[in-house]
């Protein structure tokens, strides 16, 4: 199965930016996307196909993916902010998900 | 608005069956395919399977394989996941999640809409 690697955590003060990874073989070639799940909630999309912002998403969140990566970025990060993120791709007919990164904006 | 509601949380015995429902709304119901999503307490996102309202096909993460039937009724517009045999390691949120392209390929897809999650705690 195929297999998406995120770290476990990544601190960011306020205003600054923060870039979370997620790796897996040739991530590159597909699309990624990325989901943001605060706590007792239900995630939701923040970036598909990449790079792209479903409406509502502030524009302070942006995505790339090249190689072996896929970047999600968020510009001027605010204590809102701070949730659980997960990216996810698939492997032909399935999905598979990163572990997820806790992002803490302190 | 796209809405997607789940079932009550449910809690039952090792070796028993749960069935979970996802009642959607706001979108024509046979043009995009369903997933299946679990949380284990404290834990990431696990994708369970997929289903298409459109012609019933499904396709089962190769971990629930002969434990998972997922179904529709296109009459109420809702989606069911059935998972059998359950353990205590089944213990978790499970979440319905609607793809948000209608008929794509699955490559090009993702989740737009979620379930506000179901808890299914396993105990003897």
């Known amino acids: 199965s195929y297999e998406l690697t995120q770290p476990p955590s990544v601190s960011v003060s306020p205003g600054q930016t923060a870039s979370l990874t997620c790796s897996g073989d040739k991530l590159g070639d597909r699309y990624a996307c990325w989901y943001q799940q605060k706590p007792g909630q239900s995630p939701v999309l923040v970036i598909y196909q990449d790079n792209k912002r479903p409406s509502g998403i502030p524009e302070r969140f942006s995505g790339s993916n090249s190689g072996n990566t896929a970047t999600l970025t968020i510009r001027g990060t605010q204590t809102m902010d701070e949730a659980d993120y997960y990216c996810?791709?698939?492997?032909?007919?399935?999905?598979?998900f990163g572990g997820g990164t806790k992002l803490t904006v302190l | 608005q796209v809405q997607l509601v789940q079932s009550g949380g449910e809690v039952k015995k090792p070796g028993t069956s749960v069935k979970v429902s996802c009642k959607t709304s706001g979108y024509t119901f046979i043009r995009h395919a369903i997933s299946w999503v679990r949380q284990v307490p404290g834990q990431g996102l696990e994708w369970v399977g997929w289903?298409?309202?459109?012609?019933?096909?499904?396709n089962y993460a190769q971990k629930f394989e002969g434990r998972v039937t997922m179904t529709t009724d296109t009459s109420t517009r809702t989606v069911y996941m059935e998972l059998r045999s359950l353990r205590s390691d089944d213990t978790a949120v499970y979440y319905c999640a609607r793809e948000g392209i209608p008929a794509a390929v699955p490559a090009e897809n993702y989740f737009d809409s979620w379930g506000q999650g179901t808890l299914v705690s396993v105990s003897s």
């Open positions: 289903i298409s309202p459109d012609n019933r096909n499904t």
């Open positions: 996810q791709a698939w492997d032909s007919v399935t999905v598979a």
